[in-house]
């Protein structure tokens, strides 16, 4: 997969870093602060499957942050709750969420990238991921877990190479598997996946983070795969 983005390198206190957003924006995705609200990512297919690609972008780009605004996304009357952006870093670049507002402040001045990702190496990170998970999901190391924080209206999700490989895979399932969904041609949202999974545990209630597809309004446009496209009807003046 292809992406657009746009590269900047801002500056906080002596140390630089590279920050990467998608190109345009995702308009039609939002996310809601899972550290106080039930955590729910909903967007159309076009906004989850570039989200999958950017996650796969984060997992074998160490040195790199992915900002992804969602703030500012169109409103959707669901789900209620605090909007937030999120931000994908790796655990071992040691960025601090109270260093983002900083950051945030020298996002200007970007230049125009294509980044690439690897659909079957992602797949088959995931799977390793999944594998142990499924082995010893209870005795998991902390860099078997992406770790959420929320920082200035941000969702911070640190993870390491396989961990954002399992997130796109998730992700990428909800893009195709949403459109298909019953109630999505109605306009409803479709929960569809979770990444509940990949985060820490808790003795009380849990973080979660839960995954869902639904197409934006008006529904003329949308069209469930597998079904033909409605055909215009010719207006009177129509030959």
Not at 32 to 59: E, K, N
Not at 109 to 128: F, I, K, L, N, Y
Not at 193 to 218: C, H, K, M, N, V
């Amino acid at each position: 997969m292809r992406l657009r983005a746009e590269e900047f390198r801002p500056r906080a206190g002596r140390y630089a870093f590279r920050v990467v957003q998608p190109r345009p924006a995702l308009r039609h995705t939002t996310l809601v602060d899972p550290m106080r609200d039930w955590g729910y990512l909903v967007g159309d297919h076009d906004g989850l499957a570039r989200l999958a690609g950017l996650f796969s972008f984060a997992a074998y780009s160490p040195h790199t942050v992915v900002h992804v605004p969602l703030r500012q996304s169109i409103p959707r009357d669901f789900p209620q709750g605090v909007p937030v952006d999120l931000v994908l870093v790796h655990q071992t670049l040691g960025l601090r969420p109270s260093t983002w507002p900083a950051l945030r402040r020298g996002l200007t001045h970007g230049v125009p990238r294509t980044v690439r990702t690897d659909e079957r190496r992602t797949a088959r990170h995931a799977a390793d991921w999944e594998d142990i998970w499924e082995r010893r999901w209870d005795r998991l190391p902390r860099t078997g877990r992406v770790q959420p924080a929320v920082h200035a209206r941000t969702l911070f999700l640190s993870g390491a190479r396989d961990t954002f490989a399992a997130a796109s895979v998730r992700v990428g399932g909800a893009a195709g598997s949403g459109p298909l969904a019953k109630g999505a041609v109605k306009g409803y949202d479709v929960l569809c996946a979770s990444l509940t999974a990949l985060l820490p545990l808790s003795r009380g209630r849990g973080t979660e983070l839960d995954i869902g597809f639904q197409a934006y309004p008006p529904l003329a446009h949308f069209t469930p795969p597998g079904r033909s496209a409605r055909r215009r009807r010719p207006t009177a003046a129509s030959p």
